[in-house]
């Protein structure tokens, strides 16, 4: 619950429940040969320790961490993790099951659990002000004036005002007038899987504000086994972004009628996703690279016209003999273990 909302009673028994499944279900406190696999652990032990006194290294080298600070060394280091992270995770390198791996289509948000802010202020108020209430005042401000004047020995210092009782806020504004003035460039804190999360929320917000979905079809070519593989790719690289998708068992040639799957397609499309004819937004077009160069340049122009300015897919990586006929025929783009989920 905490990226969305206060724990409550059940999900805090749940996490506690956790540690103590594995604890005494699960054994892991009592491996079979614990000095046979530690070989593992000490080795990342050992390869972490290298790298820390690498960073440790650098940053001494730099002037200290002050001066490293101020030159953005730290935040542009964790930048550039973070843009690796975000790149691994558009690419489906990483996974993030139910974010950008199999999303939930059905899932709904959990209610908030809502918290009456100025009334626990005012209770955390009060226990400091009863707290502070038995303290002797002339002895916290003789430690405060000693803060205030010390050039050495802070921390000792510091250490004593707040044992007397002095607040973090009363020991900065003592501070404040021997601290040089520093600014620094923060750390912005990101969760992992927010811009995914952003792109359900800006579906969810198109839908409120049009009342309906992007519908896409699925021009499914051929039996299940052909097109399958690629249709259900499709499928769960476009519900990341929780855009309606419609499945069909693929289109098949009449016995008496060669390229009649086309027509058929076309047909499909032309429908709409509903009673009611609604367009679809876009189309994937789903088989193997062995039918591709007779279905997409007969069908890929068809579709395209149908759609208008919506957006035509092939699912899979084109050759690149072949990439420049497709695009040619009106394929936009193609959906594949290589492509951008995110973009």
């Given amino acids: 619950d905490a990226t969305v909302r206060k724990g409550d ?12 499944m594995l604890q005494e279900e699960f054994g892991m406190l009592r491996p079979i040969d614990p000095a046979g696999g530690s070989w593992g652990i000490e080795a990342l032990t050992k390869e972490m320790a290298e790298k820390i006194w690498g960073e440790f290294q650098k940053i001494e080298s730099l002037g200290g961490i002050l001066k490293a600070l101020k030159e953005e060394y730290p935040q542009q280091q964790i930048l550039e993790i973070l843009k690796q992270r975000f790149k691994a995770l558009d690419l489906r390198k990483d996974s993030a099951v139910g974010t950008n791996m199999y999303p939930n289509m059905t899932e709904e948000l959990l209610d908030p659990r809502p918290e009456d802010v100025p009334a626990l202020k005012k209770e955390l108020s009060e226990g400091v002000e009863k707290y502070r209430a038995d303290m002797d ?6 430690k405060l004036e000693e803060l205030k004047a010390a050039d050495t020995d802070i921390v000792e210092k510091a250490i004593a005002a707040f044992s007397a009782g002095a607040t973090i806020s009363e020991v900065r504004t003592a501070r404040a007038a021997k601290a040089d003035s520093i600014e620094v460039r923060k750390i912005y804190a990101h969760r992992w899987t927010e811009r995914f999360e952003k792109l359900r929320f800006d579906t969810q917000a198109f839908k409120k504000e049009t009342g309906k979905n992007v519908e896409i079809f699925l021009a499914n070519m051929g039996p299940i ?3 399958k593989a690629r249709a259900d790719f499709s499928t769960s690289f476009l519900q990341v972004g929780e855009f309606s998708v419609h499945l069909n ?18 047909e499909a ?4 996703c509903d009673d009611k004819g609604t367009p679809y937004d876009c189309a994937v077009i789903c088989s193997t690279d062995a039918t591709y160069p007779e279905d997409v340049p007969a069908l890929a122009p068809r579709l395209k016209e149908v759609l208008g300015k919506g957006t035509l897919f092939l699912a899979g990586a084109a050759p690149k003999d072949m990439e420049a006929v497709y695009r040619e025929a009106g394929i936009d783009e193609f959906i594949s273990v290589k492509a951008n989920c995110y973009d």
């Fill in 249 to 266: 068992n693929g289109f098949q040639d009449d016995e008496d009628k060669p390229g009649s799957r086309w027509d058929k397609c076309v």
């Fill in 9 to 20: 009673e059940f999900s805090r028994r749940i996490a506690r429940n956790v540690h103590i």
């Fill in 137 to 142: 005042k002339d002895f916290l401000k003789e």
């Fill in 269 to 272: 499309l032309k429908a709409g």
């Fill in 225 to 227: 086994p052909q097109h």
